[in-house]
């Protein structure tokens, strides 16, 4: 929850809006949105995950390097698990 | 940054909590680095999703996708591209990733590579730093590289590149050719042909702008080129400009080779024709005639037809004629040159090395115009103008008496130079300052031409007669002897005469052998300083010839008068002397006929020669308004004077006969003087005589046939002097006769064909003496003498009559008739002749000159005749 409150707040802060209920209204339904969107591509990304990345695109992140990264870090992920693991 | 601490939180998310530290730390650099990797990446647009959407095979999935996609656009998001791009990325990623096995090896060397989308590249510090996947990301950097080679070098270098080149510098791709004089890219780096040519054309630009900088960099004496450097790096701002606008759009990187060659099209033009300008005017910088070949190339090209290269060029002649300008105005307003390289065209007269002396030759010769140095819009005319205007104020200035008065003139500009207007206003101004030079010149002027007149051609009539009065005796001496002071103390008494002040002076000519100061004698009028140009030497000159031939004239008048004084004296003589009073009115005679010459002379010189020339003259002198004109009508009107008293070179024949004849007159007055003393001698002796007259009969006769004889002398001298004399009026009035305008002066001279008629007769006996000599041996008994001669024999004969005695009346009477049978010969022979001469013009063999003789006497022979008669009867 705390998360999500963390989240929330980012997402009103890079979205610059004024009422903070609308606010949070409106970002709530973008995440979800974007949260069904990858959900249909098989993303494999969380609502949190998403959340990170999308203020990191509205930040001016080039996507094809951060699809990379996340591309990258699911790889390492695994490879830390398996090593871990064992 | 904010990107920083996003990223940190998703690692920390994604990883599981127990990762460590540095781990974390690890991989957070790594992502960090990938995410800074910069490429060109094209983002998905709506085909390409399309194309991703109809892949899916779930239907439901598709539209609900749809449905989100609207979905999502109608949010805030900014970029909504982006965040689409992304996650369908990561879902390829996912995708290609559960595939295959998770080791990458295995992954790259599958088949399905191609699937893989490698439009960027791996820059290789990641893959170095890279904590774990070292190799396997050296590899791909490997074959990345092998793969695609072009892609070392992108668009945006060579632009770059070019950008240098352009402004004539190396760079790194793109080089100086020395053996082909151009910018040329590097060989050896692959890139496609087209875009070479494009470089290389652009390039091209950049060999232009370095030619043209080479010569806005060198360093120019002449005026004009400077200006010329400078209008031409004021154009090449323009070009620097757009060189900063490509640099800017390169930084915004919308900047293509395409791009830039549209941009540089015109300016390649006008450097093109800038340096075609600059080539033709470099060939001639050597041989230093620049600036105005610069103006003229210049002119001819800003009337192109192409309207920039028109606009181009007025604009850089605009600038370039200010020099020219500058000189102008200061040569017609001020009058001074301080040109340093040559370049106007108007130049001082240094070379020709010649010593000013007097401001004739100043205004003549110390400044020029150098032809080949006016530039193409100014005509000649308006060149000529300009050089005497400039002319004019400095020698105004020299004379101290310049006023400048130029404030109603403005300066020239360069609009003004090349049009109608620039001829008017020069007249103008020419116009002005020469009034000013003829006000200033006039009033002096018109005084020294009167005085001159009136001395040196000797317009004051008596003021000559009274110092020729007092020269002579001084002149009479030979020229050694004649000093200039004792001169001009003479001439000073003359003038007490003359009421004004006058500057005259004396001067010798330079002496020869057998002078008298008669020859050397010259009056001379000092000239000041503002009038030296008209009267310069070479003019003065013919002045003191033209007052020579005049002086020479006076005087043989003055001697013919001093004659006639002395023919006052023979009237003294009482009447016995018959011989000497014969003597004496042969002289009277011969006086007047040479008194009658010279006043006709004298007359015809003042009047049709000097007088007519100066009437002219001093009409055309009103007219005038500019010193050049008065110069020459004043040089005009000394060659007529010195044409009609044939003292040029066309008269020169006619002079010297003329000098013959005062000769002539010179002789025939020592010959009266001769007679004078002759006269006064028997005057004194008869007076002895009376006395002795019985005691010296004998002696008497002797001194008488002695005085006879001596009288005999004297009348043969002057009937030869007569003769001499009479023989040059003869050729004198046949040269008259020849020249149209002469034919008054030869009327006048012969007004009652006196001469003709002495020529006819003279021509006609001397023909009959040969004739009766060859044809007709029988006539010799009776001497027929020369009926000229028979005269002044008749004089000499009266004496003998007088003492012979005749015995008887009929002896007398037998002479009587003797004489009168002589006479009826010769008329007889005379007849005969013309029968004779009759039958030879008959032949075609001869034709005698004696036919256009008419045979008979002429009424002078007649009375002589008849004066014959009447004293061979007197007895």
Redesign the interface.
Known sequence: MS?NQNNSSNLKSQ?K?SSLSQEKE?AQ??LE??H???Q??????DR??LA??????????????????????????????KI?KQ | METQTLLHQLVKQAFPDSIEDSTLNNYKTYFLRILNVRTGIQLMDESELQAEMTKMTNKSQAYRLQDCLNRLSKTRLRKKNELIHFLFRTSQLGQNNSYTNQTLDTLFKSQEISQINYSQTIPKKIIEESPKNNDQLNIIQQITDKGNVTLSITEKDLIKDLIFSIQGIESQFICYDPINDSFQVKKDIAISSASRKLLNVMCECGWLFKKIQTFTQSNYNSLVLQALQNSIKEELNEYYRLIAYFENLLAESTLTLRKMYMWLKQPMHHLVQINLVLSQILTNVQLGTTSSLVISILCRYSKHGCPQTSQLFSRILHQTTIPIVRFINQWIFDGSLSDQAQEFFIERNDSNKIQIRDSGELWKNEFKVNQDKIPYMISLNDSYKIFDTGRVINWLRKQKKFTQFNQNYDLITIDLLGTEQFSLFVDQVNKEYNKQLIQLIKPNFKITLNAIKRFLLLGQGEFIHTLMELLQTELNKPAQQCYRHTLLSILESAFKNVSQEVRLNVKLLEPSQNDTGWEIFCLDYTIDEPLNTIFNQKIMLSYYRIFNFLWRIKRVEFTLTQCWKMHQKFMAIPNQFQTIKKAIQLSYQMMNEMQHFIKNFYSYLMLEAIESSWKKFIDECDKIQDLDGLIKIHELFISDILDRSFLNTKGESTQKLLFKLFDYIFRFKSCQELLLSYAKDQISQTDNQQLQLKNLLNKQQNISRLNQNKNQDIIKSLLELRKQYRDQMFELLEKLKKEDRLKFLHFKLDFNEYYLGIQESKLFNQDLERFIEKCLPKVNEVQIQPNRVQSSKQLIQPQQPQQRTFNTNIEFQNEVRSVKEGLRLLDEQRRQQLQLKDQFSKSPLQKSPLLQIPPTMTEHEKRKNDEDLSSSDDD
């Open positions: 998360n979205l809006v409106e339904e973008t949105i974007i069904e969107m990858s249909i591509l098989n993303c494999g990304l949190q995950q990170i990345l999308v203020s990191m695109i509205e930040n001016g992140v080039n996507p094809e390097a951060l699809a990379l990264v996340v591309n990258e870090m699911k790889s390492e992920l695994n490879t830390y698990k871990h």
